[in-house]
């Protein structure tokens, strides 16, 4: 038997993941989703992996622009911010290396919320920080959806990026994604799915492979700002809601065990069809 924990790193003594227990006029809470492969810098996997030789340092880069989230949610009149630490076993960000204005969600979960374990109703705004396109995707950096193992994922004949079944976990409770960073690719992918959010492109792919990045110092400027602007106009933005019922058509390298009542439709696909999202991710998860 395998547990899985995670873990809920505070930076002050509430037990709360928000400052409020529910929306009110006085609290503005702000949920932050961050991966690695669209951090500046980041170019193959080796970098974004423990055992890779440079992983301690884009570990370090990966805090840096997850602070300037931080700090400009925070100077748009955010009372409160969640960060999740959302790449791999999410184990990534170092709680003292992580700005203690926030509170700091890592560690593994079953749950089918994944990179969005800690997101309710409490929250007004998400950001995703450090993201990346889906698999399949041209001109893009590290583009994958989850696995590797995942050739595509379709939600209703939506194709998905982990940002837009992460979108919809958000919408689930009224929760509208403001702004998103990651390589070119991405956030054009992204904003052709949730409409104009912010966004800050902190790379793009060349033809032949190389990649052009900004410097750590102006990746993490144009977070912060463009968190700050976002934060301030997240009225204009509607959460990214899909109505039910839902039909998860999923596509892989190598089959896994049917979940549920789930259907294989061909070698390497099955569908999958409920009324509740969470459920839609449960069985992603479970045969991606």
């Given at each position: 038997?395998?547990?899985?924990?995670a873990v809920?790193?505070l930076?002050?003594?509430?037990?709360?993941?928000?400052?409020s227990?529910q929306?009110?006029?006085?609290?503005?809470?702000?949920?932050?989703?961050?991966?690695?492969?669209?951090?500046?810098?980041?170019?193959?996997?080796?970098?974004?992996?423990?055992?890779g030789p440079?992983?301690?340092?884009?570990?370090t880069?990966?805090?840096?622009?997850?602070?300037?989230?931080?700090?400009?949610?925070?100077?748009?009149?955010a009372?409160?911010?969640?960060?999740?630490?959302s790449?791999?076993?999410?184990?990534?960000?170092?709680?003292?290396?992580?700005?203690?204005?926030?509170?700091?969600l890592?560690?593994a979960?079953?749950g089918?919320?994944?990179?969005?374990?800690?997101?309710?109703?409490?929250?007004?705004?998400?950001?995703?920080?450090?993201?990346?396109?889906?698999?399949?995707?041209?001109?893009?950096?590290?583009?994958?959806?989850?696995?590797?193992?995942?050739?595509?994922?379709?939600?209703?004949?939506?194709?998905?990026?982990?940002?837009?079944?992460?979108?919809?976990?958000?919408?689930?409770?009224?929760?509208?994604?403001?702004?998103?960073?990651?390589?070119?690719?991405f956030?054009?992918?992204?904003?052709?799915?949730?409409?104009?959010?912010?966004?800050?492109?902190?790379?793009?792919?060349?033809?032949?492979?190389?990649?052009?990045?900004?410097?750590?110092?102006?990746?993490?400027?144009?977070?912060?700002t463009?968190?700050?602007?976002?934060i301030?106009?997240?009225?204009?933005?509607?959460?990214?809601?899909?109505?039910?019922?839902?039909?998860?058509?999923?596509?892989?390298?190598?089959?896994?065990?049917?979940?549920?009542?789930?259907?294989?439709?061909?070698?390497?696909?099955?569908?999958?069809?409920?009324n509740?999202?969470?459920?839609?991710?449960?069985?992603?998860?479970?045969?991606k």
């Amino acid at each position: 038997m395998r547990i899985i924990i995670a873990v809920l790193c505070l930076a002050a003594a509430p037990l709360a993941l928000t400052s409020s227990p529910q929306r009110t006029g006085q609290s503005l809470n702000v949920f932050i989703s961050v991966d690695m492969e669209g951090l500046t810098g980041v170019v193959t996997g080796a970098e974004v992996t423990g055992a890779g030789p440079d992983y301690a340092h884009f570990r370090t880069i990966m805090a840096g622009e997850t602070n300037a989230a931080i700090d400009g949610a925070i100077q748009a009149g955010a009372t409160g911010v969640l960060v999740r630490d959302s790449h791999g076993s999410k184990q990534n960000l170092l709680p003292g290396d992580v700005d203690p204005r926030a509170r700091l969600l890592r560690g593994a979960s079953s749950g089918p919320k994944n990179m969005m374990e800690g997101i309710d109703g409490t929250f007004h705004a998400a950001v995703f920080i450090g993201y990346h396109a889906r698999a399949g995707t041209p001109d893009a950096i590290l583009a994958h959806t989850s696995t590797g193992n995942v050739i595509d994922f379709a939600i209703n004949g939506v194709s998905m990026p982990e940002a837009g079944y992460n979108a919809l976990v958000a919408g689930l409770y009224n929760v509208p994604v403001v702004f998103v960073a990651g390589d070119q690719a991405f956030v054009d992918q992204a904003r052709e799915l949730l409409g104009p959010v912010e966004a800050v492109a902190v790379k793009r792919a060349l033809p032949g492979g190389s990649v052009l990045n900004l410097s750590t110092e102006r990746a993490r400027e144009a977070i912060r700002t463009g968190v700050i602007s976002a934060i301030r106009r997240r009225g204009e933005f509607k959460p990214y809601t899909i109505p039910p019922p839902y039909t998860m058509t999923l596509k892989v390298r190598q089959e896994r065990p049917l979940y549920g009542n789930a259907t294989r439709m061909a070698a390497g696909e099955s569908r999958f069809v409920h009324n509740d999202l969470l459920e839609i991710l449960n069985a992603f998860n479970a045969m991606k």
